[in-house]
């Protein structure tokens, strides 16, 4: 009865309440802790750098948002990892899958760049399937890395102050994978400069052939999209009160996830998540693996035998990538802290 809970997850999102996001835990990442909103029905998930507005429907980000900062960018950052994995917050019939990007022909183009991340978790996190797109190669590898995220990432290392970055996609021309993941059509970078009171938007389609065009104003993008940022020269305004009542029976998708890989039985990590979950500081762990369900239930078993923490095993396949090289048989972590 496949089709039944299909329709009853549509019925779902359809409700006005689950088109009101909260992201109760990182509302500082929003200018003003205004929140966006749009008719799109998602997910708020929270970050340590970065938020993401999900569709469950559409298996990528409406949108996300971050502050850059210059001085932070201006420092050592990490290096970048090429570890990808499933959110293990969205309930499995939500999720993007590794496999579903396999031998699509499609990047997973990140909402929030890597390359914005200035230490080891965040750059772990940035890997999140949630903070992915089906995006163009030629267009994630050239033209959106080249003159969308690296003059943003230059423009905030000379402004005085914060930058706050939304980036997402629109429309839909196809899907990929067995879990139907749109293919966006156009995708979107909004810049925001409170010092200056000033916003402008990248607007690139989403082809390998894809060529520049000058920035659009604040105005135009939200009437592409449909979602309204409420920047201060927006007049619109959220009645915070009116959104927490409505949401007071929505369990929020918030938290502190991130994932600890293992290529092998290592006792210093598995310990360490031993004594976090015996300090109180873990909620629950999801342990994601492919080829290797042994290493798995090993670390699975020693963490259950020392810990009352809620686990789960997940099997999954990451494809192949022209960019990333996989080990069949890691074994992802993915924790969540209270």
């Known amino acids: 009865m496949k089709w039944i809970a299909q329709l009853f997850l549509f019925i779902s999102l359809l409700s006005p309440l689950s088109a009101l996001a909260l992201f109760d835990e990182c509302k500082d990442l929003f200018p003003d802790q205004r929140i966006p909103t749009s008719a799109q029905a998602g997910r708020d998930l929270c970050f340590d750098a970065f938020a993401v507005y999900y569709s469950p429907l559409d298996k990528k980000?409406?949108?996300?948002?971050?502050?850059l900062n210059g001085e932070r960018l201006a420092g050592p950052h990490p290096k970048r990892t090429n570890q990808f994995y499933e959110e293990a917050r969205l309930p499995y019939q939500e999720r993007a899958l590794l496999s579903d990007y396999r031998g699509s022909g499609y990047d997973r183009g990140h909402n929030v760049p890597a390359g914005d991340m200035t230490n080891e978790r965040a750059m772990a996190q940035s890997f999140s399937l949630?903070?992915?797109?089906p995006q163009a190669r030629q267009n994630n590898q050239g033209i959106w890395a080249k003159n969308v995220e690296e003059p943003t990432r230059q423009y905030a290392k000379r402004a005085g102050g914060e930058l706050y970055v939304f980036t997402g996609s629109t429309g839909k021309m196809g899907s990929i994978g067995n879990g139907r993941v749109a293919i966006p059509d156009h995708l979107f970078k909004l810049v925001y400069e409170p010092s200056k009171n000033t916003a402008w938007a990248y607007w690139v389609e989403n082809t390998n052939e894809a060529t520049m065009s000058p920035p659009i104003t604040y105005q135009d993008l939200k009437a592409k999209t449909g979602i309204d940022f409420h920047l201060p020269d927006d007049v619109a305004s959220i009645d915070g009160k009116k959104m927490n009542q409505q949401h007071q029976n929505q369990q929020p998708l918030v938290g502190g996830w991130y994932p600890i890989f293992f290529d092998d039985y290592s006792p210093s990590k598995v310990q360490e998540i031993i004594a976090n979950s015996k300090a109180?500081?873990?909620?629950?762990?999801?342990?994601q693996y492919d080829r290797n369900p042994e290493l798995a239930k090993k670390i699975a078993q020693e963490i259950q035998r020392q810990t009352s923490v809620q686990l789960k095993l997940s099997q999954s396949s990451p494809p192949d990538s022209a960019t990333a090289s996989y080990e069949r048989n890691r074994v992802t972590a993915i924790i969540r802290s209270k």
Do not use: D
């Open 130 to 133: 949630a903070n992915m797109m």
């Open 280 to 287: 109180g500081k873990i909620a629950s762990i999801q342990i």
């Open 61 to 67: 980000p409406i949108y996300t948002v971050e502050k």
